[in-house]
């Protein structure tokens, strides 16, 4: 799978138009002279053939080499690996209290007659509709410069925190909030409900205990693919509240069209889909006994 | 509509169980939708009609008033009026967002027909590339697009539209496997109907039906994407009166003026409501009908 998606990139940009060991000595305008040229060719490796250059950069990322940036003159690898502490942190985060806050919208809306219902459902389409960018710019607005507690940057100290991970939050507990309800909705109506309630069960319990676990499957197995749309949120998230991280790397690498750097963040961005496609399996194992059983 | 196929689409309608009776009445909140969505529209098609400005004219002298009866959505830097900007904005947004659905829609067709009709090893192989593609959620794969190719406003469709489209080819692939087990396609069978005949009259029809609702609830998702792009600057450009753009450009007078990026995001956020309300009120519809 790594496979495929290193080898997905590397023939992707190999379609960039330009010569890379250009771009690498300043863009198309600068004034380069053929012996820099060459130079820069023979140390990345450009003069080589591509099937070469493909077997190489496969070897090296067997190894855990990214490669160089272009624009930075640094290695890849601990680049990225240093930012990847303050993204994983925020995504994580975020997606907590989106699954609170999904779970609190349904659970709080089911079973409280209709109009609960439909004010559930509307804030859970608005949520999901909400733009990062305008739900930042929002969040600033209202907590930074009307009321003044929270700071519209984002610091190390965990105030700074808030904000954005509030901004990646909403939207997600949205996106997993109609999911949650529908299965909840299924859940409630099928014959161990029943028999739950006949055993006088009460209520909370019907709901919490019996019902829950069918309703959270289907968003438990969406979450490894929202946790990696978490890192492209962060994108923005970072861009925003001028946070360090590794989507503000991202930007900034495409901006430039730095190569290296790009691949290199697109490559841990797949890696942590699949990690999380592992647990999130592993989670769906222990709410649902029958994945265990087969 | 034969009986068979009516059966088949009620089959089809996974996991519902919400008692809405045919034919419901027009809620208040899907009122209050089309009227968002007919403005919307009329703004697209014909911006002077509710905004008779002009989007460009610059006022030095008015410049960052705050909303007020004369300038709904108050001023910007150059005195240009907000509210006059927003609305001719909408045919640039809505375009944006409906050719990257476009696009999107295309592509997944392509893949996922090519997938669920031309046997196990096409379908083994696509359904592998699909798997690669999703490995790049959300802006990843516009992001890498638009490295190889470049900013724009071209570009920023076209990558947006790219990256939308695993998702429909997935959801294609799995609806025309199920229209091509059920019943009616069976029956067909018996009746001795040619191949090409049960393809043309019977699958493909009930296998695209769903892709309109498909389609509305996209192009929400488009337009926040391609504004996204925008915003970050990889899209359309500030002048531009683009949602994304104008956002952009109002991101730098926020403490003092923050009308002008409050309402270019209030009407990104209208629209993929609209966009998504409809959407399920015609999926509800379709399947209770």
Not at chain 1, 54 to 76: E, F, I, K, M, P
Not at chain 1, 263 to 277: E, H, P, Q, R
Not at chain 2, 181 to 190: D, G, M, P
């Amino acid at each position: 799978m790594l496979w495929a998606v290193a080898t997905l990139t590397f023939f992707a940009v190999r379609l960039i138009p330009g010569d890379p060991a250009e771009a690498i000595l300043g863009g198309p305008g600068s004034q380069t002279s053929p012996e820099a040229l060459a130079a820069v060719r023979a140390e990345y490796g450009l003069d080589q053939p591509v099937l070469v250059q493909y077997l190489q950069q496969l070897l090296r990322l067997a190894t855990g080499d990214l490669g160089r940036s272009y624009a930075l003159n640094t290695d890849v690898a601990p680049l990225v690996l240093e930012q990847l502490g303050g993204t994983l942190t925020l995504a994580a985060l975020a997606l907590a209290v989106g699954w609170v806050l999904a779970l609190a919208l349904a659970t709080w809306s089911t079973r409280r007659g209709t109009v609960a219902r439909a004010i559930g459902s509307g804030l859970e389409i608005v949520a999901a509709a909400l733009p990062h960018f305008w739900l930042a710019t929002a969040l600033i607005l209202l907590f930074s410069i009307w009321l003044g507690v929270l700071p519209p940057i984002s610091t190390a100290s965990p105030a700074g925190l808030v904000l954005p991970v509030l901004t990646l939050a909403i939207p997600l507990a949205g996106f997993l909030g109609q999911i949650m309800r529908e299965a909840l909705f299924t859940a409630l109506e099928s014959p161990f409900v029943l028999s739950a309630r006949a055993r006088g069960e009460s209520e909370r319990g019907v709901i919490w205990i019996h019902a829950l676990r069918h309703a959270a499957l289907p968003a438990i197995s969406l979450s490894g693919w929202a946790f990696a749309s978490l890192v492209s949120g962060a994108v923005v998230v970072e861009t925003v509240f001028a946070r360090p991280g590794l989507g503000r790397t991202l930007l900034n690498a495409v901006t430039v069209r730095d190569v290296p750097v790009v691949v290199g963040v697109v490559l841990v961005a797949a890696l942590a889909y699949m990690a999380m496609t592992l647990v999130t399996d592993f989670a769906s194992r222990i709410a649902d006994p029958r994945l265990r059983a087969s | 509509m034969t009986d068979f196929e009516i059966q088949a689409r009620v089959s089809l309608a996974e996991g519902d169980r919400s008692r809405i009776p045919p034919r419901a009445r027009i809620s208040v909140a899907e009122g209050a939708t089309i009227a968002v969505t007919a403005f919307l529209l009329v703004a697209a098609v014909a911006p002077a009609l509710v905004a008779p400005g002009d989007p460009f004219a610059i006022d030095p002298l008015s410049a960052f008033q705050a909303p007020s009866i004369d300038h709904g959505f108050g001023t910007d830097e150059s005195g240009r009026d907000v509210y006059t900007r927003v609305v001719h904005g909408t045919r640039n947004s809505l375009t944006i967002g409906a050719a990257a659905t476009a696009i999107g829609l295309g592509f997944g067709i392509l893949l996922g027909t090519i997938a669920g009709m031309l046997g196990r090893v096409v379908d083994f192989t696509v359904n592998r590339f699909l798997e690669v593609l999703f490995a790049f959620p959300g802006l990843l794969l516009a992001l890498l697009f638009i490295l190889i190719f470049g900013p724009g406003v071209a570009t920023a469709i076209v990558a947006v539209g790219l990256s939308t489209a695993p998702g429909y080819a997935r959801i294609i692939r799995g609806q025309l496997i199920s229209v091509r087990s059920s019943a009616f396609v069976e029956a067909a069978t018996v009746q001795g109907l040619t191949r090409r005949r049960i393809l043309a009259r019977h699958i493909l029809p009930n296998t695209l039906a769903p892709l309109f609702v498909l389609g509305t609830l996209g192009i929400g998702q488009a337009i926040v994407w391609a504004s996204a792009l925008s915003y970050l600057g990889l899209g359309a450009e500030p002048p531009a009166a683009e949602w994304g753009a104008m956002l952009a450009a109002g991101r730098t007078y926020l403490t003092t003026a923050w009308w002008l990026s409050f309402f270019p995001g209030l009407f990104i956020v209208l629209t993929a409501v609209c966009a998504t309300a409809i959407g399920r009120s015609i999926e509800r519809r379709v399947r209770h009908a």
